[in-house]
């Protein structure tokens, strides 16, 4: 099924566009260094001619011990923000976890992301379509493809079609999750872009014990994959030193790495174009 096309910034995503590129740190460890990966993104973004929506969490409320770095938290996140826009003209992403964040995020980015864990939470999926900005909802780890029919529905009852939907991976035994390409062609049925999340796919919830763990060599595999099985654009974190980072680290891309990793999926990609 063809789907519609969505358009962030001066991209678009769908059916017959470009591949989008969601971009950036886990969360915001400081303005400096979010500055300083956004401005290497944007020089990306042009050296390649792709189309980059950059990200970053102001506050991740679902680490998995409470004295887990969370980030600055709304206010500064979005004066962090708001500095990646003016100084790289980037679109912007970052998670809603609580309809009382919306407003202020909503005037700041251009994409309003519902976490996993969150994506049946009816009055936040609601309450971030009625803003008229871009929605991406990750398919929740107990969610199989189709549930995400729902989702569409609520955004719908809204009068919002500027939805994407994202696939991370499917909860399998403990501490593991397992990706299923069928569910790109599954969720693109539904008439909405398709993202594929690589790294999060990669995640081992909580099985650091009292943080999560992740495997990153099995990025580059997911994201050829997720691009051969025709995803609509890829959600790859990324930082300059993963094994540093303050959230995240194990599933993270080295930003030095990320060049090669894109520059192989656009030659999938491109193959996959020729007649």
Known sequence: MKTRNVQIGEAVCGTGQPLLWILGPCVIESHELTLRIAETLAELAAKLSIPVVFKASFDKANRTSGKSFRGPGVREGMKTLAAVK???GLPL??????TSQIEAVAEVCDVLQIPAFLARQTDLVLAAGRTGRVVNVKKGQFMAPWDMRNVAAKMEEVDN???LLTERGVSFGY??????MRSIPWMQDLGYPVIFDATHSVQTPGGAGD???GDRRMVS???????????DGLFLET???????LSDGPNMVALDDLPSLIACCLRLRRALETP
Do not use: F, M
């Open 86 to 88: 003016q100084r790289t």
């Open 93 to 98: 992403l970052t998670d809603v976890h609580e």
């Open 161 to 163: 079609r500027r939805l």
């Open 175 to 180: 501490n593991t999750l397992v990706s299923d």
């Open 211 to 213: 943080k999560s763990g």
């Open 221 to 231: 595999y997911l994201a050829r994959a997720a691009t051969a099985a025709g995803c």
């Open 239 to 245: 930082h300059p030193r993963p094994d540093d980072a």
